[in-house]
């Protein structure tokens, strides 16, 4: 069992590497992948825990793209966490972060909501601050009763207190990945949120730009949606990953590796993906 979409303390999950290391290893995972979003930080620390474990770490980064409705994901398997191009780009993305979070926390308070930068500042990690941060501590500060009520009445794109951020294009992540010396899949492909024809369409042309896989085992991921995406994946050459997207105590539901209990991805995705950069 193998679990390639994980994130920690570094971005937006609640674990540190070492800790997912421990996890992984009670769980009976043999892989997994470390896919915070922006950041390369929390790579060394996985690599450097997994060191005389039974459980291999996989360096990765989940990027945002641009993504006229719903959200794209591009992740980045194999990358040199050392690539001097690739961390310039990570910074200019984090630069943008932190003044899109300075006007989400100006239009909170407009709106009435009485929350200042250290209650954020108390919810986030090691490197990247985001949403979820602003959503635990809208919880803490009792503006709201859940998480999700934060992102459903506030922190959603096209709810008041949603402020945009710098993105790449799709290709420009892929690009970049691949510059790392890196491979590059679509994340959660569903949640790009398009019809039938026309995501398939857009895969496509991501294909031909140099995309490397696709998500289909994913634990949001209706059955029929694997089945879709592995078809599609055939189809176009592409490696079929997987994952939880497992962010700790911010996805309480969900469990490493097997996501709601019923994923399984396959531990020949891991191989593929090793194949493959190594070409
Ligand atoms: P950001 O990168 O700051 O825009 O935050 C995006 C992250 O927020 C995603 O990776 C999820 O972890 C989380 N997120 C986005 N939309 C929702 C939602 N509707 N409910 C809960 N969490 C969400
Ligand atoms: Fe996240
Ligand atoms: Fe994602
Ligand atoms: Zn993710």
Redesign the pocket.
Known sequence: MIDLHVHSIFS?GTNTPAELIEMAATHGLSAVAITD?DTMGGIVPLLEAAEGTSVEAVPGIEL?AECERGTMHILGYFIDHTCETLKKKVDTVRKGREARNREILKKLNKLGYVIMWSDIEDQAGADVV???HF?EALVVRGHVKS??AA??LLL?KGRPAYVE?YRFTARECIELIREAGGIAVLAHPATIYMPDDQLKGLVKGLAECGLGGIEAYYAEHHPENIVRFSKWAKEMGLICTGGTDY?GG?TPDLKLGTGFGQLRVPDEALAQLKAAVAS
Do not use: L, Q
């Open positions: 937006d979003h945002s985001g949403r979820p959503a998480r999700k992102f459903d959603a951020r962010h911010n």
